[in-house]
């Protein structure tokens, strides 16, 4: 015990002692000014990102009469492009609109990217329903995830069935100019000779045709 508490112990009672103890260890251990910082847990960095790359179905188009479509198939890599294999790799379907179902009739599907980094789902058919839609892809591995959206179009003609329309010539309309401008030349000339200069005739151009006529 400090030597001013042995000194006035006659005078103050034991509790009051024990108080002013603890309050004078206190004070010497951390004196006024000091404050303890708490230790700083180590920062940890944040998991790299997962890529997902098309391999297949992406800007498909799927023919409904024939339920024609494309499956899409993904491939999961790491940020030095190598494949990762047992991500678990999810597609998802709108709920309503053009679109499709997956095994069981269900919107969505989970499975897990193979060897290769792989991965597709299974079962999947398109709907009734014309138009562009979306398939939201997403990968997961631990703390690393990716995303992706592909898009597909289901269509009531296959576009592979549409007929190519012919490119326009324009070949025949030079054609039909130089003619027209070989007449003016000849009908100068003629004039000319027959020493009337006020008989020159005037030319009319309309699109796709030429014609030459008198004056009035």
Not at 17 to 31: D, G, K, Q, T, Y
Not at 144 to 150: E, N, Q
Request: proline share 9%; with cysteine; glycine share 10%.
């Amino acid at each position: 015990m400090p030597l001013l508490l042995q000194q006035s112990s006659f005078f103050v009672s034991a509790p009051v002692r024990r108080s002013l103890c603890v309050v004078v260890s206190a004070l010497l251990v951390c004196p006024p000014g000091f404050s303890q910082q708490p230790a700083l847990a180590p920062s940890k960095e944040a998991a790299a990102p997962l890529e997902i790359f098309p391999l297949q179905g992406e800007a498909a188009v799927n023919v409904i009469p024939s339920r024609t479509s494309v499956v899409p198939v993904v491939e999961i890599r790491d940020e030095l492009s190598r494949p990762i294999s047992g991500a678990e790799v999810t597609f998802k379907l709108p709920e309503t609109g053009a679109g499709g179902y997956f095994t069981g009739r269900q919107t969505s599907f989970r499975t897990l990217s193979n060897a290769q980094g792989q991965a597709a789902p299974a079962g999947y058919s398109i709907n009734s329903e014309q138009g562009r839609f979306p398939i939201h892809v997403s990968a997961a591995l631990g703390d690393r995830k990716g995303a992706l959206v592909m898009h597909q179009t289901n269509a009531l003609v296959d576009p592979a069935d549409l007929p190519v329309k012919p490119k326009r010539s324009r070949t025949k309309w030079y054609l039909i100019a130089g003619l027209a401008a070989a007449g003016v030349t000849a009908g100068v000339l003629a004039a000319t000779r027959n020493g009337s200069s006020s008989s020159v005739p005037t030319i009319t151009l309309s699109p796709g045709a030429a014609g030459v006529g008198g004056p009035r």
